[in-house]
């Protein structure tokens, strides 16, 4: 079974601080997806990785996928409190989508 | 502006029910897909559908069946439902399960008394 681990679980900060949130597998991905999902929301697409070793910008946040297409990273600079939501990264299995286990995120003002 | 539709936000049902979550697509996708979502679990896959009448199990099927007779819509039956498939399901779709988004519903919230 592919599994796709989180870290950290939770991470409470201040406005103004950067993070990163990581997405760790033994499993070797076609692509990884970042998703953001708000409080009684399904979740939203960020962005999809496909090239090991590709690096994406959103604005203020930097997705990059692991050389060996194992394991992703998320990095927020300069946190707002509209990035609270929980993030969830997606892997590409056989015919579905393989998701991690999250990271709730608080930015406080 | 593409959209996934779930019947139900909330849902109380008596355990031993039997239990219909609703699931609509008008974005003409061959892929749909059940999960739950529950606290430091992540979604977990339920079950899922690449074509119309075609179903396969996921990680979770067991006390859960679905059905697909049209390429819209996709229902997820809880046979007989009980107190521990309390949790936020959560019904998405996609045009191919590789590097395309997937389109997630609101999710629907039930509780199993």
């Known amino acids: 079974t592919q599994l796709l681990e989180q870290s950290p679980q939770f991470l409470s900060i201040q406005e103004g601080e950067n993070l990163t949130v990581y997405c760790n597998s033994s499993s070797v991905f076609s692509s990884l997806q970042w998703y953001r999902q708000e409080p009684g929301e399904g979740p939203v697409l960020l962005v999809t990785v496909v090239t090991g070793g590709e690096v994406k910008k959103l604005k203020r946040l930097t997705f990059q996928f692991g050389d060996a297409r194992k394991d992703s990273s998320l990095h927020i600079t300069a946190a707002q409190p509209g990035d609270t939501g929980l993030y969830l990264c997606a892997g590409a299995g056989t015919y579905k989508y393989i998701f991690g286990t999250g990271t709730r995120l608080k930015v406080l003002a | 502006d593409v959209k996934v539709t779930q019947s139900s936000r909330y849902l109380v049902k008596r355990t031993g029910e039997k239990v219909f979550l609703e699931c609509v697509q008008d974005m003409d996708h061959e892929n749909m897909f059940w999960y739950r979502q529950d606290p430091g679990l992540g979604l977990r896959l339920i079950y899922f559908?690449?074509?119309?009448?075609?179903?396969e199990k996921g990680d979770i099927p067991e006390g859960y069946s679905v059905s697909r007779e049209k390429k819209e819509r996709f229902s997820l039956i809880l046979e007989s439902a009980s107190t521990n498939q309390t949790s936020m399901y959560l019904c998405?779709?996609?045009?191919?399960?590789?590097?395309?988004?997937?389109?997630f519903g609101q999710g629907t919230r039930l509780t199993v008394v």
């Open positions: 559908s690449y074509d119309v009448k075609m179903k």
């Open positions: 998405a779709s996609s045009f191919s399960y590789m590097n395309t988004e997937a389109f």
